[in-house]
């Protein structure tokens, strides 16, 4: 079993739909979560950065962290066509701890 | 907004060959990492700078891979010889703080493909 697990999709919704995408992991030491965006033939780039559980919103993009489960999710409300891309989670141990663990990616088109 | 910038985009190399990869970080980055990402999975660390220093290279294929940052700014990530099944995209990442709570920014990458 790897550490972080997370479905690949592909995943496909209209145009202003809500997009639920998620992360389960099994090392329970993980405290900084975090959501990538990465377009094709680009690097990614960071859209969230949370520590340990509880929810945090930017715009249209909420993060949400349940460490009891250990689960993570990123949701997108009104999706638009321009957010169709790969969404990677990533998480590391403590203040010290540099090594990230990402998961393998989901893949989302938002079909107009 | 600052980048990190890589160069090349893309590289094409036979089996055998030496490859070469540099990355400049965000200036005044403290860390900076190499990642390689295979098609269709996370990015996994290769190695990691803190200034000049490797701080980790415990995933690095020693043997034919080697990275350096000489002056502690700018690095360089070669594979000789390269293998097919180093084909993949070659990513740097920085960050400012030497305490490894401050996020990762990366570049755009260089996919690499030997044939």
């Known amino acids: 079993q790897k550490e972080v697990e997370q479905d690949p999709g592909p995943l496909s919704v209209p145009e202003g739909a809500i997009v639920s995408l998620n992360c389960t992991y099994s090392?329970?030491?993980?405290?900084?979560f975090m959501w990538y965006r990465q377009y094709s033939r680009k690097g990614p780039e960071l859209l969230m950065y949370?520590?340990?559980?509880g929810n945090k919103e930017d715009g249209r993009f909420t993060a949400q962290v349940d460490k009891s489960s250990k689960y993570i999710s990123l949701f997108i409300r009104d999706s638009q066509p321009s957010d169709s891309a790969t969404y990677l989670c990533?998480?590391?141990?403590?203040?010290?701890?540099?090594?990230?663990?990402f998961g393998k990616g989901t893949k989302l088109s938002v079909i107009p | 907004e600052a980048e990190v910038a890589q160069s090349p985009r893309y590289k094409i190399t036979e089996k055998s060959q030496a490859v070469a990869f540099w990355c400049d970080p965000i200036?005044?980055?403290?860390?900076l990492y190499w990642y390689r990402q295979i098609l269709g999975q996370g990015p996994e660390l290769l190695v990691q700078?803190?200034?000049?220093?490797?701080?980790?290279d415990s995933q690095l294929p020693k043997d034919r891979f080697s990275a350096e940052r000489l002056k502690g700014v700018d690095s360089t990530l070669k594979i000789q010889p390269a293998e097919l099944g180093d084909s993949a995209m070659y990513l740097c990442?920085?960050?400012?703080?030497?305490?490894?709570?401050?996020?990762?920014?990366f570049g755009n990458g260089t996919r690499l493909t030997v044939t």
């Open positions: 990442a920085s960050s400012p703080d030497r305490g490894g709570i401050s996020p990762l920014h």
């Open positions: 090392n329970s030491a993980f405290q900084y």
């Open positions: 949370t520590y340990s559980s």
């Open positions: 990533a998480m590391k141990l403590g203040a010290g701890s540099y090594q990230l663990t």
């Open positions: 200036s005044g980055h403290a860390t």
């Open positions: 700078f803190q200034d000049e220093s490797v701080v980790d």
